[in-house]
C-alpha cells in the first residue's frame, strides 16, 4: 500500500505540485487526494482533476481500489455547493410553477449530486435526459 501511495506522490510531484496530500482510508480502499497549489491552473482545473484521475486509477486497476477522489484548489467542493444551489434553487421554481425545469448539462457525478439532494423531496422527482455530455437532470412536480 505504502508503494503505490508513494507512486502516486510521486507522480503529483513530477507534474509540478508541491503543496499537496495523498490519503488512504485502507477499511474503504479509498484514495483520497488534495491539491493546493497552482492557482494560476485555474482554468485548466476540470480536465486536470479528469486527467489525474484517470492516471490515478490506471496505477489503482491492479490493487482492487473502489475509489479515487482528487481535488485541486477546493474546485470540486466550490462546484459541488454550486450544483447543490442549483438544485434547491431549481426545485423551489419548480414548487412554486408547477412546472418542470431542465438543468444545464452535467456529468454523471455532478447528476447523482441533484438527485441525491432531491430524492427526498416528496413534491418532486428527478430524471436523466439526453445523451453523453449533453444528458442532463429535469425536475418535475408530482402531481
Known sequence: ?????????????????????VS????SKRYLIFINDAPFLKRFTP??????????????????FDYVYIDINNYRKERE??????AKAAAKKVSITKKEVALPAMNAYERRIVHS???????????SSGEGKQRRVI???IE
Do not use: C
Open 47 to 64: 480536465q486536470m482533476i479528469a486527467d489525474l484521475e484517470f492516471l490515478v486509477k490506471m496505477i489503482l486497476s491492479k490493487k482492487n
Open 24 to 27: 488512504l482510508i485502507e477499511d
Open 81 to 86: 455547493d454550486l450544483i447543490v444551489e442549483l
Open 139 to 141: 425536475i418535475k412536480p
Open 1 to 21: 500500500m505504502n508503494e503505490t501511495k508513494t507512486l502516486i506522490e510521486q507522480l503529483i510531484r513530477l507534474m509540478g505540485f508541491e503543496d499537496f496530500s
Open 117 to 127: 439532494q432531491l430524492a427526498m423531496r416528496p413534491d418532486l422527482k428527478t430524471e
